[in-house]
């Protein structure tokens, strides 16, 4: 049955499980590790031929075993992203002390699913699309539709383990995760849930997509032959993002519940701020105004001012004009205290995981605060002088903090913001 909380204050939200299939390290200890290390995922892209494309590289989550999640039967009609998504939201689950095949009919309904995914199974539609106009249509999936409707990518999770909460989906493209874990704060915060199986994946790699972010010129196209040197947040000589694929995966839950059943916490979710600039369908507002305003946002609601935060896990796409602007966002959000302020960029590591970026960067987030370190921002080699913060250029630090601030930064001129604080 669920927990039933005081009308006087909402409960607080706490993370008690970490799941990861990243680019850089299958599973979460394997990601925080490469991660610390400095370990870059972006290689030559596998999955396809990208011979003839100008970029052709990519953060794939190479050696990951789809089978595992999807049987053979099952594979031809899901998406990439569904083994993704299941095996770190596995992992999470595991870590926090739940076992899904053990739980009864009404503790089922205690567990909800909320997912970020900017675009959910694309590259299966993709992929039936390509069937269709290269005369194999016998070949198209009997699940085209469902599999395509992005909502169903949710259910694919909650199917999987029997969880029947809520199953909802958030794309908001790459502040996704982030408005997800947001959301699943708020729906446990409201009492209508004590427990939130919550995160992000993304899977998007496809010759079309590909082709597409190409004609927008925002993609690196110097590091072909060195891939692992393509992703360079706020460096002088960056040119654009690496596109990647992922999952980061939490189960986040009312903290009465977590200490009730003893279970481990690393870190409470203490608050969410979230902005729209309406400004224009991919380029940021010079000013830096709005992402500044969902972490002030974020900060109100943590209750805490600007100079409490100790760390902060930037956007960071490696677009000269994202990492230029979140650096002026970031100079508004904390003012004199930004220039002391320690930040990394998890990007230069795996690329960009496009909905799932968010939730990737409060896993390292949590993890920093369990180990006492925060890793580097690889690549760093001369940084943009408009770019003049301290982003723990190349190597990890040893670094003790009770507040954070994960950032992210979307088309279509979305904002989001969490406050991460260290557990009692």
Request: glycine share 12%; net charge neutral.
């Amino acid at each position: 049955m669920p927990i039933h909380h005081s009308r006087s204050a909402p409960p607080r939200v706490v993370v008690t499980g970490i799941g990861a299939m990243s680019p850089n390290g299958i599973g979460r200890e394997a990601f925080w590790a490469n991660t610390l290390a400095g370990k870059s995922g972006v290689g030559t892209i596998s999955q396809f031929d990208a011979s003839g494309h100008q970029v052709r590289i990519a953060g794939e989550v190479t050696g990951f075993d789809e089978s595992i999640w999807v049987d053979a039967k099952e594979r031809p009609h899901v998406g990439r992203v569904t083994p993704l998504a299941r095996a770190a939201a596995a992992e999470a689950m595991a870590d926090a002390g739940i076992d899904p095949r053990s739980l009864n009919r009404e503790q089922q309904r205690q567990i909800g699913v909320i997912l970020g995914s900017g675009g959910g199974s694309q590259a299966f539609t993709e992929e039936q699309y390509r069937l269709v106009h290269t005369g194999q249509l016998k070949q198209c999936s009997v699940y085209v539709i469902p599999t395509s409707t992005i909502g169903t990518l949710a259910s694919e999770v909650s199917m999987h383990f029997g969880l029947r909460g809520f199953s909802h989906i958030v794309s908001t493209g790459c502040t996704s995760s982030t408005d997800a874990l947001g959301y699943a704060m708020r729906m446990i915060q409201s009492g209508m849930i004590d427990c939130v199986v919550a995160g992000g994946a993304d899977a998007p790699l496809a010759p079309l997509i590909l082709r597409g972010f190409q004609l927008m010129r925002i993609m690196t196209q110097r590091w072909n032959s060195e891939p692992e040197r393509g992703s360079r947040p706020f460096s002088r000589d960056r040119d654009g993002f690496v596109l990647a694929e992922g999952s980061w995966f939490f189960v986040l839950e009312s903290r009465e519940r977590a200490v009730a059943r003893g279970a481990r916490i690393y870190g409470e979710l203490a608050g969410y701020g979230s902005t729209c600039e309406a400004y224009h369908r991919v380029r940021l507002e010079e000013c830096g105004e709005e992402p500044a305003r969902s972490i002030g946002m974020a900060l109100d609601e943590a209750g805490i001012p600007p100079e409490a935060v100790g760390y902060l896990q930037y956007h960071g796409t490696s677009t000269e004009l994202n990492d230029r602007i979140e650096t002026t966002a970031i100079k508004l959000a904390f003012g004199a205290h930004a220039a002391k302020l320690p930040g990394s960029a998890l990007k230069s590591m795996l690329g960009h995981p496009q909905g799932a970026c968010g939730a990737a960067g409060v896993a390292a987030i949590l993890l920093a605060m369990r180990d006492g370190v925060v890793h580097p921002t690889i690549n760093l080699d001369e940084a943009d002088p408009q770019c003049d913060l301290d982003y723990v250029a190349g190597t990890a630090r040893k670094l003790q903090f009770e507040y954070a601030v994960s950032n992210c930064i979307a088309f279509g001129s979305k904002n989001a913001a969490l406050v991460i604080r260290r557990p009692e």
